[in-house]
């Protein structure tokens, strides 16, 4: 079984403590994302995982046996960095069969494991070319070609769509998707790019200072999100928040006053300690609606017409400024007043 599990772990540079006690279980066949903000201990975590940095404290456990004195080439891994790193004399052929010939493999098997990484991404045209003849995407289909070779138990990808172009990042998230698909292996990937995160993972990890603020499939983190940072940080556009008060308490739900909005039934998220009734309100941009007699009403700033949907900034009476989001083309202009509803049983009060 290639799980990973992590036990305590944590990371310090001198007296910088970069990684905060993470407990963590990646199951056998599971595609989980490290995402969140620059800074926040993702890749860190995952050269913890690869062997590349040494732990502080705690215990990393790949396929049930212990890895902490492990080099990277015992542990079973094989990892595609957002550098290519290929070597630019040899052929892809060689580039992705050099690893094997350390290791001893028969030129038969090499053979056969190559073509076979190449088959898969659609690439058998390319093993004669040297890596000033591709593009970057194929370069970075060659560096996963390379993972691939050697069959390893868990995938790591750090940051890899990340020196690519809009439209090749889109193609090469969908091959690493389909890619996944085929093989079934334990693959951790990490990202700064939310739009990646939800596309991809079967269960995401949200960071922040090195701590993990909530871990789930990515309609739990986005429907049900455990604090306001998982909120803001997932989602496109990101959610907005509006000030106020909290009027009352029923259970899980509460009700809101603020920004002219006064509305119950709103789930509660968290109550941060000494809050006493401040209260923030959020709603996602696509849960929001046009109604003249709307609660929300804001001042139209910027309208981007994007074709698949357009997006409205707004800003509040109280310089409060917020999005809506709908798939429709809208006669709207900069400058136009206008008042939004919202589903509140879709929102989330902070």
């Not at 056998?28 to 800074?39: A, I, K, L």
């Not at 370069?139 to 868990?154: E, F, K, L, S, Y």
């Not at 871990?215 to 106020?244: R, Y």
């Not at 409060?320 to 589903?343: C, K, M, S």
């Amino acid at each position: 079984m290639a799980r990973v599990e992590l036990k305590g772990v944590n990371k310090s540079f001198g007296k910088v403590h970069v990684i905060h006690d993470i407990d963590l279980q990646i199951n056998d066949g599971e595609f989980v994302v490290f995402v969140g903000p620059s800074g926040c201990g993702k890749s860190t975590l995952l050269r913890l995982i690869a062997g590349l940095e040494n732990l502080s404290s705690g215990e990393i456990h790949i396929a049930d046996r212990a890895v902490m004195d492990l080099p990277p080439s015992k542990r079973g891994i094989a990892m595609v960095f957002q550098s290519y790193a290929l070597y630019p004399h040899m052929t892809v052929f060689h580039n992705m069969a050099f690893s094997l010939e350390l290791q001893g493999f028969s030129k038969a098997e090499i053979r056969e494991r190559v073509e076979s990484a190449a088959t898969i991404l659609q690439m058998q045209h390319l093993l004669d070319r040297r890596p000033a003849a591709l593009s970057g995407g194929q370069r970075q289909r060659v560096a996963i070609g390379r993972a691939i070779v050697r069959n390893p138990d868990v995938f790591l990808f750090d940051e890899p769509l990340s020196n690519l172009d809009a439209a090749l990042r889109h193609e090469t998230r969908v091959e690493i998707a389909k890619l996944h698909n085929q093989l079934g292996a334990t693959t951790i990937y990490v990202t700064h790019d939310q739009v990646e995160a939800m596309t991809l993972a079967d269960k995401i990890v949200v960071l922040k200072d090195g701590e993990v603020m909530q871990v789930g499939s990515p309609l739990e983190l986005f429907d049900s999100p455990a604090n306001e940072f998982v909120a803001g940080f997932l989602g496109s556009p990101k959610m907005n928040f509006f000030d106020g008060k909290l009027i009352s308490r029923e259970g899980d739900t509460a009700q809101f006053e603020g920004e002219g909005i006064h509305v119950g039934g709103v789930r509660l998220v968290s109550i941060e300690k000494n809050s006493g009734d401040n209260a923030r309100l959020g709603v996602r941009p696509q849960h929001m609606w046009l109604d003249p007699e709307g609660p929300l009403r804001g001042t139209v700033t910027l309208v981007e017409r994007l074709g698949t949907e357009t997006v409205l900034e707004l800003v509040t009476d109280k310089q409060t400024n917020f999005r809506y989001a709908v798939p429709e083309h809208l006669d709207i202009a900069i400058g136009d007043q206008t008042a939004f509803n919202f589903d509140a049983n879709m929102a989330n009060l902070f």
